[in-house]
Every structure is written in structure tokens, then in C-alpha cells.
């Protein structure tokens, strides 16, 4: 089992920039595919980026190729979303998720995920 917990979230401005951390608990971090989801009021939980145990792989999502850029530390049990060009659709509460056995865009085949931090884009 692994903890996440997020960090790095808070009040910027469109256009700006911002980094999102989530660190694990455990010691087998590289085996976990992380991925990064949001939430905007009122509206479901939405796919944003994942990397691959090793960091080999990534995918995004349309709405954020470009702008975002997710990344890990294995030796620091940490992941990174990089997070560039905000603008307003861009507000949610971001969370960092964690699967061993999937690599992809659905919820609910992530089995961990941290307690969200919030993002809000001010224009």
C-alpha cells in the first residue's frame, strides 16, 4: 500500500505557472504508475497526466499537452506536474494517483490517491 500527498497549490494568475509535488510512503515507488486527475466544481474527476514506473512513458491529456509536464523522482519518491500557460479552466483540485497494474486515463483502476491540493487560476 502507499500514501500520497500532495503540495504545491494556490491563488495565480493566468498565464503563470505552477508545480505540483506528491510524494509516497513506501519503498517500492518505481513500481507504481502515477498520475495526475482534477476536479473542478460541479464537474467529474478528469484525467490530466500520467508516467510510467520508471518515467519511460507519459501521457496527457489534450487539454494540458503543451503546457503541462509531469515528472518523478524515484529516488525521492516524488512526482511533479509542471504546470505552465493556466488559465481559469485549468482551476480544480488536483490529485496524485497510484496504480501498479494500469497505465491510463480511468479513475477508478487507481487504487491510491492523495488527499488534493487546490489550483486556482485567477484571470
Known amino acids: 500500500q502507499v500514501q500520497l500527498v500532495e503540495s504545491g497549490g494556490g491563488l495565480v494568475q493566468a498565464g503563470g505557472s505552477l508545480r505540483l509535488s506528491c510524494v509516497a510512503s513506501?519503498?517500492?515507488?518505481?513500481?507504481?504508475?502515477m498520475a495526475w486527475f482534477r476536479q473542478a466544481p460541479g464537474m467529474e474527476r478528469e484525467f490530466v497526466v500520467v508516467?510510467?514506473?520508471?518515467?519511460?512513458?507519459?501521457d496527457y491529456a489534450d487539454s494540458v499537452k503543451g503546457r503541462f509536464t509531469i515528472s518523478r523522482d524515484n529516488a525521492k519518491n516524488m512526482v511533479y506536474l509542471q504546470m505552465g500557460s493556466l488559465n481559469a479552466e485549468d482551476t480544480a483540485v488536483y490529485y496524485c494517483?497510484?496504480?501498479?497494474?494500469?497505465?491510463?486515463?480511468?479513475?477508478?483502476?487507481?487504487?491510491?490517491w492523495g488527499q488534493g491540493t487546490q489550483v486556482t487560476v485567477s484571470s
Open positions: 494517483a497510484a496504480a501498479t497494474n494500469f497505465y491510463g486515463s480511468d479513475s477508478e483502476r487507481y487504487p491510491y
Open positions: 513506501g519503498r517500492t515507488f518505481s513500481s507504481y504508475n
Open positions: 508516467i510510467s514506473g520508471r518515467g519511460g512513458l507519459t
